[in-house]
């Protein structure tokens, strides 16, 4: 999946239209930025665009203020931050698209950045609008992508600019293409998946379509209940997609043809309440656990098979983490296992959301080879699914 990037075209002295994605957390009270690291992510080829004497133009949505202006999604916080990681001025726009924009981008010189106002004050821009896309081309002479938290929505600034302008890839989303392809069409073996998370449900498609290349898949998660009471296990009060245990055997029998190890966990920790002061203990699987009491994380035994399993590993995938690891008493299943990544030589693919959190908070994200900033995204391109906010970027000529 060759895909062009800013180094393959000339920039000096161009408009460069860039869509980034600051979709930061704010602070309610005082609105300012809690965590930049979507800023940081794109600072590479920000700084890249500028060196080549361009003149900068970015956009990107906040939150969700439903296609209309809404203060509270104010990309001017972003400005401010941006501003200081640059160590320059960032001009903030009050406004998207129209004669004041564009009257500001003609007075750009090189080296100048602007910050357009949120693009989804717009519904043109969910809408993926061709008349809101076109109004956001005028402003560039070339569109680079580099928000691939939206690769997987069809919208105007990210997909509709690209029927207008030369689209082509930030470092960012040459990254996570580079490193998700990877895992998805030519894997080094052996090569193993770990999934958790809440449901079965919502990693069906991961599933199957990485099970066409895996070795062994570590299940844990809420996920494991529903598979292990497919299976006959006794899982208490846990959390079990009833209308999927059907669908959990056939994922056990079709691994079983495809000659893939599914490993589920024999042990692990429940409680009564989801509560960090609360009574826990550490259950067999085997044993089962008793009702009233709900699993909320994979045990030390089991902690110990995904250790010894993973140890020859030199591809590793890991989209969901092992409990809710966000509460101390249950965090030590995703703790662990985030440890023996950040110490292995395998080449270790972190999917978005919820497991790219996790190592975050334990402080290995340096340690892997790649943490995918998104969530949605991630998931949709490890289930094989072609991304349009990709499938819109220049191809490179071969």
């Known amino acids: 999946m060759a895909k062009m990037t800013v180094k393959d075209v000339d920039l000096k002295g161009k408009r460069v239209l860039m869509r980034a994605d600051f979709n930061c957390p704010l602070d309610e009270k005082t609105g300012e930025i809690t965590d930049d690291k979507r800023i940081r992510a794109s600072l590479d080829t920000i700084k890249y665009v500028l060196e080549m004497d361009a003149k900068l133009i970015l956009m990107s949505h906040l939150g969700r203020p439903k296609g209309k202006r809404d203060a509270k999604y104010s990309l001017k916080p972003v400005a401010r931050r941006l501003s200081e990681l640059l160590n320059k001025p960032v001009k903030m726009m009050d406004d998207t698209i129209g004669p004041k924009v564009e009257e500001s981008v003609k007075q750009m010189r090189p080296g100048d950045v602007i910050l357009l106002e949120n693009t989804r004050f717009y519904p043109g821009e969910k809408e993926n609008s061709p008349d809101f896309a076109e109004q956001l081309a005028k402003l560039g002479d070339i569109h680079v992508n580099d928000a691939f938290g939206t690769a997987h929505r069809a919208h105007a600034s990210n997909v509709g600019v690209a029927k207008y302008l030369l689209s082509v890839a930030g470092f960012l989303m040459e990254k996570e293409i580079r490193y998700l392809s990877k895992v998805v069409i030519s894997p080094t073996h052996p090569y193993i998946v770990i999934l958790g998370g809440v449901k079965v449900s919502d990693k069906i498609g991961v599933i199957k379509n990485l099970m066409k290349k895996a070795d062994m898949i570590l299940i844990g998660g809420a996920m494991m209940f529903t598979f292990l009471k497919a299976i006959g296990k006794a899982v208490g009060s846990s959390l079990v997609e009833e209308d999927k245990l059907d ?3 056939s994922i056990i029998d079709e691994a079983n043809e495809k000659k893939v190890k599914l490993v589920l966990p024999i042990d692990c920790v429940i409680a009564q309440e989801m509560k960090s002061k609360t009574e826990r203990r550490i259950v067999d699987i085997e044993e089962g656990i008793p009702m009233g009491w709900k699993g909320f994380d994979i045990g030390p035994k089991t902690v110990e098979i995904f250790k010894d399993k993973l140890q020859n590993a030199k591809t590793i995938v890991w989209n ?17 296992i985030a ?6 030589d395998a080449m270790t693919v972190i999917g978005g959301g919820d497991s790219a959190a996790a190592v975050e908070r334990f402080g290995l994200a340096d340690k892997m080879s790649h943490v995918s900033t998104g969530g949605g995204a991630s998931l949709e391109f490890l289930e094989g699914k072609e991304l349009p906010g990709i499938a819109s970027i220049k191809d490179k000529e071969m």
């Open 320 to 336: 969901g983490p092992m409990g809710v690891f966000e509460i101390k008493p249950f965090s030590e299943g995703t703790h662990a």
């Open 247 to 249: 669908l959990a055997r």
């Open 339 to 344: 440890e023996m990544l950040a110490n292995s």
